[in-house]
């Protein structure tokens, strides 16, 4: 596991493999609003900021699929008042910045239990999957009152529901077909895995599609992480040897 302290800049080397799938872990919007004496909720608007730069640009490098970590089914117990202010800030980024990508060719898609949201996020969440669908280019998978956990419980659910209607076998069960359950179904695993803010762990984000992926971790929070750290992290996977269990 990698740990980066330094912000690096400049042009990715030809040479380097984009990796098809990269999720990111936003994380460390609270400290950066702290270290301004800010409130939290400025810190998530830097954030929702960054999230549109860094999304536009992974699009840009050849990225095929984008994964964002935006609200995890733990995110609920935070103060009412900082869980309103991400709601309001959803709504609002739903509204223009997701418009943005539409220009750039991107297809939006939601990861989670969106049932958990308002009727009014909901729709908008709709409209924006429906209006972005004909899209062909990166596909930008928002994972929004997600959990791995949960995502594995329902995938469960989902199967046993089949074999009770007698459309599956228990037998017929194998990890391409728990896949096909999740909520990234039909859609490559992740190869590379950010982390900025220092921390160093998953967070119940992509715990099944995540056990090959190449982890890299950033001593930079979220709103600090430029796309020059972003071309840092692919340079880092692109060193890395991926043996996928064999040697
Ligand atoms: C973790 O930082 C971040 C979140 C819980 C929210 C992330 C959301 C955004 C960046 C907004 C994205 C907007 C859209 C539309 C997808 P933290 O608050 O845990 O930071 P801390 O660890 O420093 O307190």
Do not use: C
């Not at 536009?56 to 970590?69: D, E, F, I, M």
């Amino acid at each position: 596991m990698f740990f980066r302290k330094k912000k690096a800049s400049g042009e990715l080397p030809a040479a380097v493999t984009i990796p098809a799938h990269v999720g990111i872990i936003m994380d460390g919007n609270g400290r950066w609003a702290k270290q301004r004496r800010l409130p939290r909720s400025a810190g998530h608007r830097a954030g929702a900021q960054n999230f549109r730069t860094i999304t536009r640009y992974a699009s840009r490098v050849g990225v095929k699929y984008l994964t964002v970590y935006a609200f995890s089914t733990e995110n609920w117990s935070r103060p009412a008042e900082e869980v309103n202010a991400l709601m309001g800030l959803f709504k609002d980024y739903l509204e223009e910045a997701l418009r943005d990508f539409m220009d750039e060719n991107i297809r939006v898609r939601f990861i989670g239990d969106v049932s958990a949201f308002s009727p009014e996020l909901r729709a908008l969440i709709h409209e924006v999957e429906e209006a972005s669908a004909p899209k062909t280019g990166m596909v930008l998978n928002l994972a929004m009152n997600y959990g791995g956990r949960d995502e594995l419980v329902r995938g469960a659910k989902l199967f046993a529901g089949e074999v009770k209607a007698g459309k599956r076998e228990p037998e017929e069960l194998t990890p391409e077909l728990l896949s096909q359950y999740l909520y990234t179904a039909g859609q490559p695993d992740p190869d590379l895995i950010i982390r900025p803010s220092g921390e160093q762990r998953l967070s119940n984000f992509l715990l099944w599609q995540g056990a090959y992926a190449e982890l890299v971790y950033f001593d930079i929070l979220w709103p600090d992480f430029k796309t020059g750290d972003f071309d840092e992290a692919i340079r880092i996977y692109s060193q890395r040897q991926r043996r996928f269990g064999g040697v």
